[in-house]
């Protein structure tokens, strides 16, 4: 089981299950989300999600059907929904309290990556999105 917050502690979750399809995304958005080179991020079930203090959550629907959920008070990504992707939730990484079990599988939009940023590790780099 993982436990996850944003950083005031305002929006608590807890995943029941496991983190699926770990990735490193370089667009152009979750570079401004995450204020970072890259986000990273997980897919969870969302049966297995259990979310504390969703009042506090704002949302943004970046695109048709792609809602961002971050923490009212400070700010914190948290997580996202997608219409393609009923039933999951795509998790930050870095709201985890903890070790991941899990490891990443990919960057995606790497060709869209910051010009300051180098990839120095042997995973797969896509230009898009890998759905498995």
Aim: charged share 25%; with cysteine; net charge neutral.
């Amino acid at each position: 089981m993982y436990q996850g917050r944003c950083l005031c502690g305002g929006v608590r979750y807890k995943l029941l299950g496991r983190i699926e399809e770990i990735v490193f995304c370089h667009c152009s958005q979750c570079r401004r989300v995450q204020g970072s080179a890259f986000a990273s991020n997980g897919l969870v079930n969302e049966n297995e999600f259990i979310l504390e203090g969703e009042e506090k959550l704002s949302t943004y629907e970046s695109a048709t059907g792609n809602v961002k959920y971050f923490c009212s008070v400070c700010g914190s990504p948290v997580m996202s929904k997608s219409a393609k992707r009923a039933g999951k939730i795509r998790i930050r990484l870095g709201s985890i309290e903890g070790d991941v079990v899990e490891k990443p599988s990919a960057h995606i939009f790497a060709s869209s990556k910051a010009n300051w940023d180098h990839i120095f590790d042997d995973l797969p780099q896509y230009d898009g999105y890998e759905e498995s």
